[in-house]
T-cell receptor
Framework: RKEVEQDPGPFNVPEGATVAFNCTYSNSASQSFFWYRQDCRKEPKLLMSVYSSGNEDGRFTAQLNRASQYISLLIRDSKLSDSATYLCVVAPNAGGTSYGKLTFGQGTILTVHP | DTAVSQTPKYLVTQMGNDKSIKCEQNLGHDTMYWYKQDSKKFLKIMFSYNNKELIINETVPNRFSPKSPDKAHLNLHINSLELGDSAVYFC?????????????FGPGTRLTVL
């Protein structure tokens, strides 16, 4: 089983749509969770961290369910500029520098069309 | 004012050659990383250095040798290049005292081995 699994998609949605991505992770000791965004032929960039209480940043909402080892990302009112690959990322949090070891999912491709 | 820079951006070379990729960050971070993104788009960590000390060394062939002359630089030298080394190599940095730690990625070096 992969450490971090995502539905690779692709998801093709019209502008204005709401789209949700899911991710599961296998290491129950994981403590830090993120969504990164990677545009075509570019580097990954942090979209948002994910907390147990859930968090929202504008049109983006992230949720974490530790019991089910499940992370989600919801994008409301999709824009053309949201087209990218969304990477689910987890890390251990044993203190010191160990939490720097990020494990990436393979990414979910999103295309938003007019 | 590029935060994490890599050179070269593209590298095309023959099998058996030795090549180096350089990385520099001007964010004042104490930890730097090398990742490999293969044709299936999986991002996998290779190495990590904290204050010039190697802290993560994943299962990577010993043809790959990282070097950190100071905490702002992390270079990657590859000996006897093989076809399977073709990938995009990303450098990243983070600050361990920040939680959760965001990693900032360089633009990537696209290596093609012929």
């Amino acid at each position: 089983r992969k450490e971090v699994e995502q539905d690779p998609g692709p998801f093709n949605v019209p502008e204005g749509a709401t789209v949700a991505f899911n991710c599961t992770y296998s290491n129950s000791a994981s403590q830090s969770f993120f969504w990164y965004r990677q545009d075509c032929r570019k580097e990954p960039k942090l979209l948002m961290s994910v907390y147990s209480s859930g968090n929202e940043d504008g049109r983006f909402t992230a949720q974490l369910n530790r019991a089910s080892q499940y992370i989600s990302l919801l994008i409301r009112d999709s824009k053309l500029s949201d087209s990218a690959t969304y990477l689910c990322v987890v890390a251990p949090n044993a203190g010191g520098t160990s939490y720097g070891k990020l494990t990436f999912g393979q990414g979910t491709i999103l295309t938003v069309h007019p | 004012d590029t935060a994490v820079s890599q050179t070269p951006k593209y590298l095309v070379t023959q099998m058996g050659n030795d090549k180096s990729i350089k990385c520099e960050q001007n964010l004042g971070h104490d930890t730097m990383y090398w990742y490999k993104q293969d044709s299936k788009k999986f991002l996998k960590i290779m190495f990590s250095y904290n204050n010039k000390e190697l802290i993560i060394n994943e299962t990577v062939p010993n043809r790959f040798s990282p070097k950190s002359p100071d905490k702002a630089h992390l270079n990657l030298h590859i000996n006897s290049l093989e076809l399977g080394d073709s990938a995009v190599y990303f450098c990243a940095s983070s600050q361990t005292t920040v939680a959760p730690p965001e990693q900032f990625f360089g633009p990537g070096t696209r290596l093609t081995v012929l």
